[in-house]
């Protein structure tokens, strides 16, 4: 399975590509968010794009009819504490299921994803398993009353099945969810490890240190570990890097001494800025095949990011591990769609 993410409020800056659903069996538009007051959450999707989720599901199937189409709901811009205080009440978490499944229906939606980043706290966790087994009954339900095929339900999760010691409901997600998109990025990054250069999605641990190793492979394992099916779990891939600020412009490998971040903000930059910088700086680009990542540097810049080479071999992962397959957020910070196209052409 390979799932694509279109981020609605990037839509203009980077025109989606129709021919891409060729490539796909799941699409999905991002983000619904949750409104109301504190307890009574409804999903309602940004006034300002509402407009292209109505016509999404019609758009993409344009020129393949069989690709579904996900909703999805939450993000890692959205606030955490809206999903806990929804999730901590019966009555909330009614209003906030009901309102999906309206959603998703009167958009042609045929399913629902939700990215909680991240349940917090032991009590997070257990609402958020119970959540989930409200929803899958509810769907059900739906869909006998309403004699269409049940809503598919998907979530993305930590990269591991416990979040800072605090384990998922393995038994629920399992029983309640379709698939798991695990979000196998972001264990690097300058604003929460400033120091030292490093992957962001490495899929193997080359940490300097043997303390706080982390990567995809690790992540799938303890899925894997904590009684989560293999087939169920669906490798996540970032059209993404971050750049650092380099300390000695001569010392520029994997884990170098670093300052914070070289650009502004968290210093994320999607593969379309990154081979503009490439370009333009006439960066040398490294591949390291024990990381299963890409970096490239140019004066006391430096990027880690993964580029086709990295996603090839981290579809390959997925494919000979057996898991469901892999997705990418997100499709539109791809460089010409040659991130897009490397899934497919890998997987077979």
């Known amino acids: ?58 758009t993409v199937q344009q020129k393949n009819p ?68 409200e929803w899958r009954s509810a769907l059900v339900s739906e869909a006998r009353t309403s004699g269409k095929a049940a809503l598919f339900l998907a979530a993305a999760v930590f990269y591991s099945s416990s979040y800072h010691s605090l384990p998922y409901d393995v038994q629920a997600l399992s029983e309640s969810l379709d698939w798991l998109n695990v979000m196998a990025y972001d264990f690097y990054g300058p604003l929460w490890y400033p120091n030292r250069t490093a992957p ?19 992540g799938i394992r303890a899925w894997i570990g904590s009684g989560m099916a293999a087939n169920k779990l669906v490798l996540g891939l970032p059209f993404y890097g971050y750049a650092w600020r380099l300390l000695n412009v001569n010392n ?52 880690g990011y993964d580029d086709v080479q990295s996603i090839s071999t981290k579809v390959t992962y997925a494919k000979t591990n057996k898991l469901c397959g892999h997705f990418v957020w997100h499709v539109g910070a791809d460089y010409n769609w040659v991130l897009s196209q490397t899934p497919y052409q890998t997987w077979g």
């Open 1 to 58: 399975m390979f799932t694509m993410a279109m981020a609605m409020a990037y839509s203009k800056k980077y025109p989606f590509v129709i021919s891409l659903v060729l490539l796909v069996l799941h699409f999905h538009a991002s983000s619904a968010a949750m409104k109301g007051g504190y307890w009574f959450r409804e999903i309602r999707i940004p006034s300002a794009n509402a407009a292209q989720f109505s016509t999404f599901t019609q």
């Open 66 to 133: 069989s690709v579904k189409t996900l909703l999805s709901i939450g993000g890692g811009a959205s606030n955490p504490s809206t999903f806990s205080s929804m999730a901590s009440q019966a009555s909330s978490r009614k209003t906030f299921i009901d309102s999906s499944i309206q959603v998703a229906r009167s958009n042609n939606f045929h399913g629902i994803d939700v990215d909680w980043e991240y349940p917090s706290s032991l009590s997070d966790m257990s609402n958020y398993g119970i959540l989930l087994r």
């Open 200 to 218: 962001p999605a490495a899929l193997y641990a080359v940490n300097h240190s043997a303390a706080n190793q982390v990567s995809g492979d690790i």
């Open 252 to 303: 520029n490998g994997l884990f170098a001494p670093a300052n914070g971040s070289a650009f502004a903000g968290d210093g994320s930059i999607g593969y379309n800025g990154i081979r503009a910088f490439i370009s333009q700086n006439r960066a040398p680009c490294v591949y390291n095949s024990s990381a299963v990542s890409n970096y490239c540097y140019s004066g006391t810049t430096w990027i």
